[in-house]
């Protein structure tokens, strides 16, 4: 229970520090243009010019604040919530003397909210023909309300509560304190809060700090390089297999590039590392604070070089310091305990990171925005269709599926099909695709409703479409439509493999590939586009069968559609579960779909013992039988 809790804690913060950085992130390039005009052209910068000055005061006054607002309100309700957020954000900025960046944060998404709540407590009550008037009025007298209430009531609380975090955060400093931020933002980076914290919280800090005073080090305290770089060099030095060999690459796209995460998962691989990049962290930011360092803006991305476009005048020294001071500290104490580690650094360890960091990536990663709002109705739905990355595996097996099902209830005026992201069809009503896939299947039907799913044959699906087909009384037919019979020549004896030993995941789907190259279904190239296709999303689709096929990018290997079936008794380790059937699939039209049919039959209908039976014979013919069966 407390590791859901924990888990629960997690996933909120990330969800909340994305909506946070998702305001600032896309305005980066305002911070930039305003930190540069100051840079130049405030007393103290490189081309002192009062006349030239007088353009960057607006822009953080004004432009900056608005943005952040739009971005605010657009996040909850689109372009019109931007809108509102924006009219929300001017009552607040006209009640203050200083940037008001936080109260553009709390402002802009208010505003969105309010709009949205109007809209939809009205939306069935708006006369025909009186849509726009209402739509345009409604959004100015809430816009109004709004901007007097922040002005009156928001912005003075916004600014009491500035000064006591300013005058808590200047504290800290005067104590020689601030280092110790880095317990807190070096590991909550690897966890991916490194934008929740930098853009929802430090840059606004920094921000107000930078005007006053014409830099600031809240900048640097979570885009520095050198900590991530210093683990990155320990590994280069004293690390093992892949982790050794991958870190050059890795180091250029992280010092350069100002890609933090690629140095993610090699912390994830060693967890105690985190010590080291904390080391690096504190070490920098007080070198930083004792040599007076600072930028003018915010780093974005933190590349080295964004680092050094944003210093002003009289602080390169002590940013370059802070970066080969964290760099040097990181590394020496990554060098002990990857010295002492017993870990290989194989291929396979820096894998498990990744995927790790990959899920940790996407927890309480929000769906896109109103995506689900749209409904078809049980009367009105004819088609659905099941989308994936190359439209020949998982989503054919889970329209497979739902077609069986469907049929079998008697609903035989509804196409079930299945195809790949990016050819779904225009008139398709309802789309299935998994979630890690759903902004590319929205943007590719937004006409359609969607439901994305986890997996494409373990899930609630069926109950929802049934039940809204139930629910409305859609009429059935009795006699139902017998399935296509399984064409001969896509599966054959030969490709049917039982009793093989246990492998490692990523050589089953090379054998699975080799079987398919050696009956002439698909090209050699295709092996790799299938290992490529499970590092993407894996294949695993539960009941301990695996389907490995290739991804989109090599779907022209495909020479004719074509299926084996490798049988490993003791099991292929896929993540956390076993697989015993691997099931290799080449996809060329509709030719292979019938024994996906079987396939997706099979796993609803047959017991855990009838499974177990085809995980252990050792007749191919009984496998043979089972995927090529006509009802």
């Known amino acids: 229970m407390s590791n859901q809790k924990k888990e629960g804690a997690q996933e909120a913060m990330q969800k909340f520090g994305r909506f946070l950085s998702g305001m600032v992130l896309p305005n980066i390039g305002a911070f930039i243009a305003w930190g540069l005009l100051t840079a130049l052209f405030i007393p103290t910068g490189w081309c002192p010019n009062e006349y030239l000055a007088q353009v960057g005061a607006p822009m953080s006054k004004w432009l900056i604040p608005l943005l952040l607002g739009y971005s605010g309100g657009a996040a909850i309700y689109g372009h019109r919530g931007g809108v509102l957020g924006a009219i929300a954000t001017s009552g607040v900025i006209a009640g203050s003397d200083i940037p008001m960046f936080l109260g553009a944060m709390i402002m802009g998404p208010l505003g969105g909210w309010v709009i949205k709540k109007f809209d939809k407590a009205i939306e069935d009550h708006i006369p025909t023909g009186f849509e726009m008037l209402i739509n345009n009025f409604s959004a100015g007298i809430i816009g109004g309300i709004l901007a007097i209430l922040a002005f009156a009531a928001i912005g003075p609380v916004v600014l009491a509560a500035n000064a006591v975090l300013r005058a808590g955060v200047e504290g800290i400093v005067a104590m020689g304190l601030l280092p110790l931020a880095s317990i807190i933002i070096e590991p909550a ?364 990018a090599v779907k022209e290997c495909v020479k004719e559609s074509g299926i084996v079936v490798l049988q490993y008794p003791e099991g292929i380790q896929f993540g956390d579960d076993k697989a015993y059937l691997i099931i290799g699939i080449a996809g060329r039209g509709n030719d292979h779909l019938a024994i996906l049919a079987n396939l997706a039959t099979t796993m609803d209908e047959y017991s855990d013992e009838q499974l177990h039976e085809l995980y252990t014979t050792k007749d191919p013919n009984v496998l043979y039988e089972v995927f090529t069966k006509v009802d």
């Open 189 to 552: 980076k690897v966890l991916f809060l490194n934008n929740a914290i930098n853009h929802g919280v430090l840059s606004p800090l920094g921000i107000q700090q930078a005007e006053q005073y014409g830099k600031s080090m809240f900048f640097l305290l979570e885009a520095n390089p050198g900590p991530g770089f210093g683990v990155l060099l320990a590994y280069w030095f004293f690390g093992k297999g892949m982790a050794k060999e991958s870190t050059p690459g890795a180091m250029i796209i992280h010092v350069l590039g100002g890609i933090h995460e690629i140095y993610f998962p090699y912390i994830l691989m060693k967890p105690v590392l985190v010590l080291a990049v904390i080391a690096g962290g504190m070490s920098g930011v007080f070198t930083l604070n004792l040599l007076g360092g600072g930028l003018i803006a915010p780093a974005s991305p933190g590349s080295i070089l964004a680092v050094l476009a944003m210093t002003p005048k009289g602080a390169f020294l002590a940013n370059i310091a802070d970066f080969l001071v964290a760099t040097a500290v990181s590394c020496a104490v990554a060098s002990i305990f990857i010295k002492g580690s017993h870990d290989d650094g194989s291929e396979e360890s820096l894998e498990a990171a990744r995927e790790s960091m990959s899920e940790m990536k996407n927890r309480g990663k929000d769906m896109p925005s109103d995506a689900n709002e749209k409904k078809v109705s049980g009367a009105e739905l004819k088609r659905i269709v099941y989308a994936c990355d190359a439209g020949m595996g998982s989503s054919a097996l889970g329209a497979a599926g739902l077609r069986k099902k469907l049929k079998k209830d008697g609903y035989t005026d509804i196409s079930v099909t299945n195809c790949a992201i990016g050819n779904i069809p225009k008139d398709a009503q309802l789309v299935v695709s998994h979630e890690k896939l759903a902004e590319r299947a929205l943007e590719d039907s937004p006409q359609a409703e969607h439901i994305w799913v986890k997996d494409f044959t373990q899930n609630n699906v069926y109950d929802i479409v049934s039940a809204r087909l139930k629910g409305e009384g859609v009429e059935t037919k009795a006699a139902p439509v017998q399935e296509d019979a399984v064409k001969e020549g896509i599966l054959t004896k030969e490709n049917v493999k039982v009793g093989l030993k246990s492998v490692s995941k990523e050589e089953a789907i090379k054998a699975a590939g080799e079987l398919l190259v050696k009956g002439g279904y698909v090209e050699q190239p295709y092996i790799q586009g299938m290992l490529n296709r499970e590092k993407d999303i894996t294949t695993y689709i539960g009941k301990g069968i695996a389907i490995p096929h290739g991804e989109n």
